[in-house]
Antibody, heavy 128, light 110 residues
Framework: QVQLVESGGGVVQPGGSLRLSCAAS????????MHWVRQAPGKGLEWVAY????????NYADSEKGRFTISRDNSKNTLYLQMNSLRTKDTAVYYC?????????????????????WGKGTTVTVSS | QSALTQPRSVSGSPGQSVTISCSGA?????????VSWYQQHPGKAPKLMIY???KRPSGVPDRFSGSKSGNTASLTISGLQAEDEADYHC??????????FGGGTKVTVL
């Protein structure tokens, strides 16, 4: 079945770096755009970053631009999030999520604007 | 990118209806009708409930419905059931490969 499994979370000091991974299975990973979404303790979801299916286009929430880098290795069915200059406010559960896509009534492969599959998340704690 | 605004909590008795609002600036919605809603039980991953403002994925009960008027989207749960007690998050595509979530709403079944 379609599955996303995040890893790489842990405890890191402010100013440190961490790389998260998301292993995908059960679907053709190279066909789908992917997101990172995070949730600070007791807070709502926050969109972090998106990367196109082929890795040629990415974008970030304003607060993460310049510090985080999203990337993917389609040969390994894996999504990454490199996080640098970490701050205490980056403490959160980080989820990877798959962008929904499918064939519309005209037979065109269409990329929808929502996330249809989520991983269970990996916890990042930034603390001294 | 500012978060969409949702009420922190709503509540209702079993069988009643509750509506959760999700409002923002026109730029937050990007001029699109690409609002989605996610249900999240404690300690669990989010689950898609509504997409493209009004559409329900297969398997989602028809007591969940979505709408949008101007810069406010809404999720209505009709015939509230105990298992509907959860957090609900709205999300909108904001253009140029960016998305924005609301702050989340806790639904309590009394």
């Amino acid at each position: 079945q379609v599955q996303l499994v995040e890893s790489g979370g842990g405890v890191v000091q402010p100013g440190g770096s961490l790389r998260l991974s998301c292993a995908a299975s059960g679907f053709t990973f190279s066909t789908y755009g992917m997101h990172w979404v995070r949730q600070a303790p007791g807070k709502g979801l926050e969109w972090v970053a998106y990367i196109r299916y082929d890795g040629t286009k990415e974008n970030y929430a304003d607060s993460e631009k310049g510090r985080f880098t999203i990337s993917r290795d389609n040969s390994k069915n894996t999504l990454y999030l490199q996080m640098n200059s970490l701050r205490t406010k980056d403490t959160a559960v980080y989820y990877c999520a798959k962008r929904a896509a499918g064939y519309d009534s005209s037979g065109y492969f269409y990329y929808y604007h929502y996330m249809d599959v989520w991983g269970k998340g990996t916890t990042v704690t930034v603390s001294s | 990118q500012s978060a969409l605004t949702q009420p922190r909590s709503v509540s209702g008795s079993p069988g009643q209806s509750v509506t959760i609002s999700c409002s923002g600036a026109s730029s937050d919605f990007g001029g699109y009708n690409y609002v989605s809603w996610y249900q999240q039980h404690p300690g669990k991953a989010p689950k898609l409930m509504i997409y493209d403002v009004t559409k329900r994925p297969s398997g989602v009960p028809d007591r969940f419905s979505g709408s949008k008027s101007g810069n406010t989207a809404s999720l209505t749960i009709s015939g509230l059931q105990a298992e509907d007690e959860a957090d609900y998050h709205c999300c909108s595509y904001a253009g140029s490969y960016t998305w924005v979530f609301g702050g989340g709403t806790k639904v309590t079944v009394l």
